[in-house]
C-alpha cells in the first residue's frame, strides 16, 4: 500500500471546520491566478501516474446504468479512498464522448463562512493531471448578480470542487471549461437566486456536478437509515420535502449525525431548477458510506450517493425552445458564408433546406449581433418575433446588420476577417403585470405603447450596470420614443434569449 494511501487514512479525510469568514464585496478579477491543488497528496495523490491508475480502477468496478447522458450527477467529495468508486460511479454515467458548453461544479463551503456564492474567475484550475480551463462564463455571472462574489478566498482551500477535477480529466475526452460555485452560509435564499440565474443553462448543451457527502459521523447502521432517507428526498424532486427530510433527520436523536447532508445548501439549488420540471428523472447509482473502506470504522462514518438527473430538458429558458450544440454551428456556418458572399458579390446564398436541423427550422425571433475585434459595436438588428424559419431570419439579420444599421456604415470585404457574429434566439415574450418580475440580466424587455414599440435585449442591462428604471426608461425614451416615464402606462413584455457567438465556437466548419 503506498505512503499516499496511509497518511489518507491516518488523516481520515472526511470534513473540514469552517475557519473563516470572508465579506462578498470583491466583485472584481484583477490579475491571473491559477489556482493551485489545495488537497493533492491528502484526499488524493500527487503522482499523475498514480492518480490515473487509481481512477482507472475506480471506473473499472463501476459500470453505466442509465440510457440517457445525465443533466447533472450529485458526487461526494472525501478521500478517494473513501468515496472514490461512489464518484467514478456517478461520472461513469455521463457519455465521455460528449462535448459540453458549460460545467457548472457546485460545492458548499466546509473552509470559509461567508453569505452568497463565490465564483473563481481570476485563472484556471491546477491539478497532478493538468490545467483545467475556467470558463469565461464565470466572469459574466460576477458581473452580472450582486449575490455572486469574484472572492477568490473561499476557494483556496477548499475541496468540494477540486476533487471532481481528476474524474471529469480522466473521463471527458473532448475538452472542458468549468465554471466553480461555491455556496457560502446556510442561506435558503442563496439557493433561490442562484437557481434563477443558473436556470438558463440547464439544458442537453451543459453539465451540472453537484458535490456532496451525506451522513457525518453516526455509525454504519444509522447512515444507512440518514443516507437513504435523504436520497428518497432528493428522488422525490421537491425542495420542501428535501428539507423537511433533513430536519427529520438531524432532530431523530441519530448518536453523533452531525449533519444529514454537508453539501445540502447545493443539492437545495439544483432542486429548486429541476422541480418544476416534470420531463426529468432522478435516480440512484451507488452507494457507501466510509464503512464500507478498508480504512474507515463502522461505528463513526460518513455516507456516499451517486446519483444522476436525466431527462431531455428542451426547454431550458421557459419558452418553446432548445438549441444544441449541432444548431448554434449551424445557424453560425449560415450567417458567416452569408455576410461573406453578401458583402464580397450582393448576392445572398441560396440554403438547401434538407440540410437544416429540426431546430433551426422553428420560428422564433432573433437578434444578429455584429463586432470588431476589440469588441466594438459594428451592427446590430433583430426581430422580436418571426414568420420565417430561423435559419432564414439569421440570414436576413446578418446581412441587414452589415449594410442597413443606420448607425453605422457598411462592411467592407477588407473587415470580414476582423468580424465576430453573435446571435441571440429568443424566447417567446411573456407579458407582465408588475415590473418585478423582471430580472436584469436574464429578461430582455419589449414595451408597447400605440403603435411605438422598443426592445433591449437581456445583456445589455448586464453590459451597461443599468438599475431596472435605467433600463426601462431607456428603453422608453431611446428605442419606443414615449419618453422616458413611457414604460409606465406602457403594455411590457419580458423574454430571454440564448446567445452564442463564432468565439464561443471556433469550429471547422466555421
Keep these: 500500500m503506498t505512503i499516499f494511501y496511509k497518511r489518507i487514512c491516518l488523516v481520515f479525510n472526511l470534513a473540514i471546520m469552517f475557519s473563516s469568514c470572508y465579506g462578498q464585496s470583491d466583485k472584481t478579477t484583477g ?92 485563472g484556471d484550475f491546477l491539478t497532478p493531471l493538468g490545467k483545467v480551463t475556467v470558463d469565461p462564463l464565470s466572469k459574466e455571472l460576477v458581473a452580472r448578480y450582486d449575490f455572486i462574489s469574484g472572492n477568490t478566498q473561499p476557494h483556496e482551500r477548499e475541496h468540494s470542487l477540486e476533487v471532481q477535477l481528476p474524474f471529469l480529466q480522466y473521463w471527458l475526452k473532448e475538452p472542458f471549461q468549468i465554471v466553480p460555485i461555491i455556496i457560502g452560509g446556510d442561506n435558503r435564499k442563496t439557493c433561490d437566486q442562484l437557481a434563477q440565474a443558473l436556470k438558463p443553462y440547464f439544458s442537453t448543451d451543459n ?44 432532530s431523530s436523536n441519530i448518536p453523533n449525525l452531525a449533519t444529514a447532508m454537508c453539501g445540502w445548501t447545493s443539492v437545495l439549488t439544483l432542486l429548486n431548477i429541476t422541480e418544476e420540471k416534470s420531463n426529468l428523472t432522478y435516480k440512484k447509482i451507488l452507494y457507501k458510506n466510509s464503512g464500507d473502506s478498508d480504512y474507515g470504522e463502522k461505528d463513526r462514518v460518513v455516507g456516499y450517493y451517486a446519483i444522476c438527473v436525466t431527462g431531455n430538458d428542451k426547454n431550458p429558458m421557459g419558452g418553446h425552445f432548445d438549441l444544441n450544440r449541432e444548431d448554434k454551428i449551424q445557424l453560425l456556418s449560415i450567417a458567416r458564408k452569408s455576410l461573406d458572399n453578401y458583402v464580397r458579390t450582393g448576392i445572398q446564398p441560396e440554403i438547401k433546406e434538407g440540410s437544416i436541423t429540426p431546430g433551426n427550422r ?59 457574429i453573435e446571435i441571440s434566439v429568443l424566447s417567446p415574450m411573456q407579458k407582465i403585470n408588475s415590473i418585478d418580475e423582471i430580472e436584469l440580466g436574464r429578461h430582455g424587455i419589449y414595451l408597447r405603447k400605440g403603435f411605438q414599440t422598443g426592445t433591449f435585449l437581456p445583456q445589455v442591462a448586464t453590459e451597461t450596470q443599468w438599475s431596472k428604471e435605467e433600463f426601462l426608461g431607456r428603453c422608453a425614451r431611446d428605442k419606443a420614443n414615449i419618453g422616458w416615464d413611457g414604460w409606465k402606462d406602457a403594455e411590457i413584455y419580458i423574454y430571454e434569449a440564448l446567445k452564442f457567438s463564432e468565439k464561443d465556437y471556433r469550429d471547422p466548419q466555421l
Design 31 to 122: 490579475d491571473k491566478i491559477d489556482r493551485e491543488p489545495a488537497v493533492a497528496g491528502s484526499f488524493y495523490s500527487s503522482n499523475k501516474a498514480e492518480l490515473e491508475n487509481t481512477l482507472a480502477v475506480f471506473f473499472d468496478k463501476t459500470e453505466k446504468s442509465t440510457a440517457e447522458s445525465p443533466l447533472a450527477v450529485v458526487v461526494p467529495h472525501a478521500g478517494y479512498v473513501f468515496s472514490g468508486e461512489v464518484a467514478a460511479a456517478s461520472f461513469h454515467q455521463i457519455d465521455r464522448n460528449r462535448k459540453f458548453d458549460h460545467v457548472f461544479i457546485i460545492g458548499s463551503s466546509h473552509t470559509a463562512y461567508f453569505d452568497g456564492a463565490s465564483v473563481y474567475a481570476r
Design 207 to 250: 453539465l451540472f456536478v453537484i458535490s456532496t457527502d451525506f451522513s457525518h459521523y453516526p455509525d454504519y447502521s444509522n447512515a444507512l437509515r440518514s443516507d437513504n432517507a435523504m436520497a428518497e428526498a432528493i428522488l422525490s424532486n421537491s425542495s420542501d420535502n428535501f428539507l423537511k427530510t433533513k430536519r427529520n433527520m438531524e
Design 362 to 420: 422553428d420560428l422564433m425571433g432573433a437578434f444578429v449581433t455584429l463586432y470588431t475585434e476589440k469588441g466594438e459595436l459594428r451592427g446590430c438588428i433583430g426581430n422580436i418575433e418571426s414568420e420565417k424559419p430561423l435559419y432564414k431570419t439569421v440570414q436576413s439579420l446578418v446581412i441587414a446588420s452589415a449594410t442597413r444599421d443606420f448607425r453605422f456604415k457598411p462592411i467592407s470585404a477588407d473587415e470580414l476577417n476582423e468580424i465576430d
